[in-house]
């Protein structure tokens, strides 16, 4: 991979913030399977190299190494832009996740999305921003619709992820309506899969760390806190259904099967056979962790024809093996 970008027939020429992540570079996957010319950028912050090494040799997809808060220089026409770079959302509780990255988390919301739209903006491109859930905060309303306003505290430790989330999403918004950008935005439940970093600080990673450990997985506060798993197979299927769709409000993607952290401790301990159970660190949840975690789906079924359709214990098959290499 180099910083020059590759010519070819492809249907549409893409730029992918966040090629090297976990959901980016599944992304970039499905993008060339569906014969687009993909130009991923990433500057490795949280991405990782071995997400894309298996797309060198492949015409259609080129690579530039660059931060997205820093100025976009982009010469050739560009027919969609997708933004999905930043750190995830962090896990105050968690004694594993990324470097702590409250800057660069601000930064690529805001200026990232702000560089974004501006290529966009430039050449008239499409545009698609990847949200998140997160922008609900500890939700009052239950299951979260796009129209829930969120319950969020702008101080606190993931304040940092969710308000970048959701000023990112205002200005997609303002230059849709001011500078007629057609664009789309998902609002990203948690998801899971092959290419998650086993450090990243989030549930299922942590989970499947200790249990390859044989040690017993961790649940901070009493683990009735409940979440709703999405394989990665079936995010992606439904971001690209919304990406090709001419819909532009906020739409959620995720999976409406809610489970508690206790029963995914469980199922986890089971799949994997670890004898060693679990412990409670009721000390260690953090008092802006959200209780429940549900996304109404009505509006992607509608629109999108989309519903996930993998088991959480399916899904979970398909990503153990990840982790044990």
């Known amino acids: 991979m180099d910083d020059q970008i590759k010519e070819s027939e492809a249907t549409m020429r893409i730029l992918l913030t ?9 992304f970039a996957d499905r993008l060339l399977a569906e014969g687009h010319m993909v130009i991923g950028m990433d500057n490795f912050i949280t991405g990782n190299r071995e997400n894309i090494v298996h797309l060198n040799e492949n015409p259609n997809f080129s690579f530039i ?22 750190p995830a959302s962090p ?11 409250p800057i660069q988390t601000l930064k690529a919301g805001a200026l990232g999305t702000h560089n974004t739209l501006g290529v966009a903006r430039a050449f008239k ?30 101080l606190g ?8 989330k959701r000023f990112a999403e205002a200005l997609t918004m303002a230059y849709h309506r001011f500078h ?34 044989g040690e017993p997985l961790t649940i901070y506060g009493d683990g009735y806190q409940t979440r709703s798993f999405c394989y990665v197979d079936d995010l992606i299927e ?31 301990n089971e799949l994997t056979g670890n004898p ?38 399916e899904g979970l098959l398909l990503t153990i093996p990840h982790f044990k290499k």
Do not use: C
Request: proline fraction near 8%.
């Open 18 to 26: 966040g090629a090297a992540g976990f959901l980016g570079s599944h």
């Open 65 to 86: 190494f660059h931060d997205v808060s820093n100025f976009i220089q982009v010469t050739s026409p560009i027919d969609y832009v997708v933004h999905f770079a930043s």
């Open 91 to 101: 896990n105050p509780a968690s004694p594993l996740g990324y470097p702590n990255l």
């Open 125 to 154: 491109s499409k545009f698609l921003l990847a949200s998140t859930s997160e922008i609900y905060g500890d939700p009052l309303e239950h299951p979260q619709k796009e129209t829930y306003r969120g319950n969020v505290d702008p």
């Open 157 to 164: 430790p993931r304040s940092v992820y969710d308000e970048a």
């Open 180 to 213: 007629n950008i057609d664009t789309r935005i998902v609002r990203i439940f948690n998801t899971y899969g092959p290419r998650m970093r086993i450090d990243d600080g989030r549930v299922i990673p942590n989970f499947l760390l200790q249990a390859m450990h």
């Open 238 to 268: 439904g971001i690209y259904r919304l990406m090709m769709s001419d819909y532009h409000a906020p739409v959620n993607i995720g999976n409406p099967a809610e489970i508690s952290i206790r029963e995914l401790a469980n199922l986890v």
């Open 276 to 313: 060693s159970g679990i412990i409670e660190q009721a000390e260690k949840r953090h008092s802006n962790d959200p209780q429940r975690r549900q996304p109404d789906i009505t509006l992607a079924r509608s629109i999108l024809g989309w519903e996930p359709k993998t088991s959480l214990r």
